[in-house]
């Protein structure tokens, strides 16, 4: 027995060591730390447990029969993020590049299959160079069995993945599929074909960072939904966002105690939304001044930046908030703020996660690249996520609220469980010069003076339709309420809609809008 569990502390030593020296020193000269290492700044200290250490690929050809090292590429296992057990698998960026072969699959298989089971969250820590070639086949279809694994747990437990290297071809497909991707500036990168095939193909001349880096998903693509500088910062905001979710759709997401006073007055509000409808100002200083302690993190800051959708907590409770962004193109919807909505919907939803919507919206974003790009399916995305939405749901409109957009934003038709507004809020089909033009168009052509006339009509328009009480004599908002206490409102509202339930038809599942 002493020879065997000397023999077995060697072969682990072996395991946990890696393949060389060398290897280590290549992948800290990158930038990047190594696959333990990563787990180790995720992970609770010493809380890691190891699944398949010791497992080795059995292929031959291609010299693989000679190469055969522990692991096999893949560091799988579970461990705790502040006390709660999540499952994790890191690629070994000094084995075989990372590369997935069919032993490397079976192991990503078997945990990606317990963190279903035990109902935990799944972060996979990626630093791959794709489908182990001299495998052939086998590792293509350990792909499948990733892909089928990812669906099956969508909207079960949180999935998240980091990418900490480069991700190409197929492999890209799997993170695609998860809740949240984070990326790292400079050492990660995300495409399907790299930029030799994109120079043979078409001719251009690009970069991989500039074809697939963090900066291009988190701002242009919108494939990554957070961009760090480096992989200290990316797990830490990985452990943050942990914090703020369930472990799985038959919880709640974690509450913790909060100082800042449910009663607090937000008195600095009504100095931040001006009365004026075409004068922009920062949704965020908004959420900053209701959420606790001003803390929320944002999701896909910087792509289709005219919305906003952060975790945040209101008493110490987690909420998601959707809101229109007057700083950039005034807060309209358009195809990329409706897609970057509704995904965000559909994830609060599915982890029990409240939903407030603060609405300055003045309708869809008008042009011919919108309608021919889709705005109409695109924007359907974003009302079919809110309809199917059975979560606490809490609408405010600050300032204006027209046409369409305001339906499609959880507007009280659509399902919203109530609906506040400020006193400033204007509920509209459009504008109010808009709409006179149209209801008007005749007595102002005919007028001595049509500015005259028409400045008139706006101002009759606005008195009838636009007074910021029409909507609540109509029972379309349930309050007018001051914005100092809208905090207050919120916190008691949702503590009221906490026990709500709600149950959707039977059926194997919508057919959302694509």
């Given at each position: 027995?002493?020879e065997?569990?000397a ?7 072996q ?8 290897a280590?020193?290549?992948q ?10 990563r787990?180790e ?30 692991t ?6 579970w461990g ?19 590369a997935?072969?069919e032993?490397h ?9 317990l ?10 820590l990626?630093?791959g ?9 086998s ?16 909207g079960?437990i ?14 890209a497909y ?7 991707v ?9 495409f ?5 095939v994109?120079?043979?193909?078409t001719?251009?001349?690009i ?9 291009v ?7 990554a939904?957070?961009?760090y500088?480096?992989?200290e ?9 942990l914090?703020?979710l369930?472990s ?10 909060c ?8 008195d600095?509000?009504a100095a ?5 409808g075409n ?24 792509w289709a ?8 907590r209101?008493?110490?409770?987690v909420?998601g908030?959707?809101?229109?962004q007057?700083?950039f ?7 990329e ?7 965000f919907?559909?994830?609060?939803d ?6 407030v ?15 021919h790009g ?6 359907a995305?974003?009302l079919?996520a ?7 749901r809490?609408?405010?409109i ?15 038709s ?16 459009m ?6 033009n ?8 005919g ?10 009509m706006?101002?009759?328009y ?40 709600a ?10 809008p694509?």
């Open positions: 027995m002493t065997r569990l023999e077995l502390s060697a072969l682990r030593e395991a946990v060591r890696g393949p060389s020296e060398r280590t020193e290549a800290h000269a990158k930038g990047k730390l190594t696959a333990r290492e787990i700044l995720l992970l609770d200290p010493g809380s890691f447990t190891e699944v398949e250490q010791l497992r080795r690929h059995r292929a031959t050809g291609f010299g693989l029969e000679a190469n055969r090292p522990y096999d590429g893949v560091v799988t296992g705790t993020v502040d006390g709660r057990t999540v499952f994790v698998y890191a690629h070994d960026f000094r084995i075989f590049g990372g997935l072969g032993a699959a079976t192991k990503i298989h078997k945990i990606m299959d963190a279903l089971a035990a109902g935990a969250p799944l972060v996979s990626n630093d160079a794709g489908a182990r070639i001299q495998e052939g086949v590792a293509l279809a350990g792909y499948g069995g990733i892909f089928q694994r990812n669906t099956r747990a969508s079960v949180p999935q998240i993945s980091v990418m900490l290297g480069p991700c190409a071809g197929g492999a799997s993170p695609a599929l998860t809740d949240f984070f990326m790292v500036r400079e050492t990660s990168q995300m399907i074909t790299g930029p030799d994109v120079r043979a193909v001719g251009e001349e970069t991989q960072n500039g074809l697939g880096g963090a900066d998903h988190a701002g242009t693509s919108g494939v939904h957070f961009a500088d480096d992989e910062t990316c797990l830490s905001e990985v452990r943050y966002l914090s703020m369930p799985n759709n038959r919880e709640n997401p974690p509450s913790v105690p100082e800042d006073p449910a009663d607090r007055a937000g600095a509000l931040l939304v001006p009365a004026d004068r922009p100002y920062d949704m965020r200083q908004v959420i900053e001044e209701l959420v606790d302690d001003g803390d929320h993190m944002e999701v896909h800051e910087r930046r005219n919305i906003i959708c952060t975790l945040a209101l008493d110490g409770q909420v908030i959707v809101a229109n007057p700083q193109l005034a807060g309209v919807l358009d195809i703020a409706s897609e970057k909505a509704a995904r919907v559909q994830m609060c599915a982890f029990n996660i409240p939903i919507t603060l609405l300055d919206v003045p309708g869809f974003l008008p042009g011919v690249d919108q309608e889709g705005i109409i399916r695109h924007g995305k974003l079919y809110y309809c199917n939405a059975t979560v606490p809490i609408s405010l600050l300032r204006k609220a027209y046409g369409g957009a305001y339906i499609v934003m959880d507007s009280q659509i399902g919203a469980d109530l609906t506040y507004a400020w006193p400033t809020n204007e509920i509209a089909v504008g109010a010069e808009g709409a006179a149209v209801i008007f168009r005749k007595q102002i052509a007028a001595d003076d049509p500015e005259a006339m028409r400045a008139r706006v101002k009759e606005k008195s009838e339709l636009m007074h910021p009480y029409y909507a609540a004599e109509r029972g379309l908002i349930d309050d007018v309420i001051d914005p100092a206490g809208t905090r207050e409102v919120l916190i008691s509202s949702l503590a009221m809609l906490r026990t709500k339930h149950d959707l038809p039977p059926r194997k599942h919508g057919n959302p694509q």
